[in-house]
Structures are given as C-alpha cells and as structure tokens.
T-cell receptor, first 116, second 115 residues
Framework: AQSVAQPEDQVNVAEGNPLTVKCTYS??????LFWYVQYPNRGLQFLLK??????LVKGSYGFEAEFNKSQTSFHLKKPSALVSDSALYFC??????????????FGKGTKLSVKP | GAGVSQSPSNKVTEKGKDVELRCDPI?????LYWYRQSLGQGLEFLIY????????KSGLPSDRFSAERTGGSVSTLTIQRTQQEDSAVYLC?????????????FGPGTRLTVT
C-alpha cells in the first residue's frame, strides 16, 4: 500500500538557519513526489515536485528537496529560513503504477515555526 | 488567471441535515479531486474525476457521501444526514493530467461544522 510519513509534527528553526522537513514514502513503483505548503486559513500551495531526472529539485520560495531512492526519502530543505516560512508543510506521493487513478497520498503534515 | 474556487467558505449545519459543497476548477483542467482535512489527520482523499471516465470513489468514507461533476467542470460534493464526525475542511483541487504535469492546484476549502 502507498503511504507517506512525516515523522515530525513540528520543526522549530531560528531565522537565518537552514531548515529540513523530513518525508519518507512507500510505493510499489517509481514515485511521483510533491511538497505543498499551507498558510493559516489558506488552501494548499504547490512548492515542488519530483517526477524523474535530477534528484535535487528546486521549487518556489527558495525551497529544494532531494529524492533519495535507497532511503525512500524526499526531505524538504532551505538554506536560510525566514519567519514568513512558518506554515504547515505536506509531503505527498502519487504512485503511477499503483492502480490509483491520480489522487495524491498525503503525509499528516509538519508545522514549521521560524523564530526571529 | 483564476484559481480553484469553492463555496461556501464556511458552513454550519445541524446533525442530520444534508449539505452541498461546490468546486469550480481551473478552466481547462480535466482532473478534479476532493479531499478532507481533519484536525490532526492530514489530508484524506475522497473522490477523483478525470475527463469522461468513471470517477474513482474509493476514498468516500460512507454511502452518505456522493459527488458529481457536471459538464466536465463544476463539481458538487453532497453529504447526506451529516454527523459530527463529518466536521472538517473539504478541499477541492484540479490538475492537467499530461506528462510531467501532475501538480494539483487547491481551492481555499469549505470549513464544515456539524453541530
């Protein structure tokens, strides 16, 4: 069965420090991986995706993520955090070989808090 | 351009009543998804429409939930005989289903409260 795990409910970072939000996945085939961000009282916004190709993916707002097939991980990173990055972050996977018709499987979310 | 829109933004209803939630996808997007976001539960897939194909209803939690998509555009999610456990934010998303373009664009959601 397809699944996504975000092992940390909350990540606290000081402004200017690097941040990492962790994600691991389980699928039967080659995964399509996504990160979304949700600001308070807003819908989800797409940040970046991995479909194929370079394992390091760059996305919006200076975020990047690295696909690691051996560790089945897709951690989200940013070299220097901003207070405005504080939000809820969701990792998601789509398994194109898993029989589903396109829906994403989401992790439970990680709350990122960046303090000045 | 216009994004995904949902209405109403908030809905308070009494237990046992029926509710309808509406989603207007991005024009030209052939795929439409409904998700439910409950406190502490992340996002739960409900139903998926793709073009004229039969919808994937595998995520609907009970037969009180149904959805339709008219003319390949607007979708309505209906919850009959609402229960308190139906209280959640219901999110709609749409996407272009073409090679390498799988990201979904989400609406702001409808917050449903069942009293």
């Amino acid at each position: 069965a397809q699944s996504v795990a975000q092992p940390e409910d909350q990540v606290n970072v000081a402004e200017g420090n690097p941040l990492t939000v962790k994600c691991t996945y389980s699928v039967s085939g080659n995964p399509y991986l996504f990160w979304y961000v949700q600001y308070p009282n807003r819908g989800l916004q797409f940040l970046l995706k991995y479909i194929t190709g370079d394992n390091l993916v760059k996305g919006s707002y200076g975020f990047e993520a690295e696909f690691n097939k051996s560790q089945t991980s897709f951690h989200l990173k940013k070299p220097s955090a901003l207070v405005s990055d504080s939000a809820l972050y969701f990792c998601a996977v789509r398994d194109p070989d898993g029989g589903s018709q396109g829906n994403l499987i989401f992790g439970k979310g990680t709350k990122l808090s960046v303090k000045p | 351009g216009a994004g995904v829109s949902q209405s109403p933004s908030n809905k308070v209803t009494e237990k046992g009543k029926d509710v309808e939630l509406r989603c207007d996808p991005i024009s030209g997007h052939t795929a439409l998804y409904w998700y439910r976001q409950s406190l502490g539960q992340g996002l739960e897939f409900l139903i998926y429409f793709q073009g004229n194909s039969a919808p994937d209803k595998s995520g609907l939690p009970s037969d009180r939930f149904s959805a339709e998509r008219t003319g390949g555009s607007v979708s309505t999610l209906t919850i009959q005989r609402t229960q308190q456990e139906d209280s959640a934010v219901y999110l709609c998303a749409s996407s272009l289903v073409v090679q390498d373009l799988y990201e979904q664009y989400f609406g702001p959601g409808t917050r449903l409260t069942v009293t």
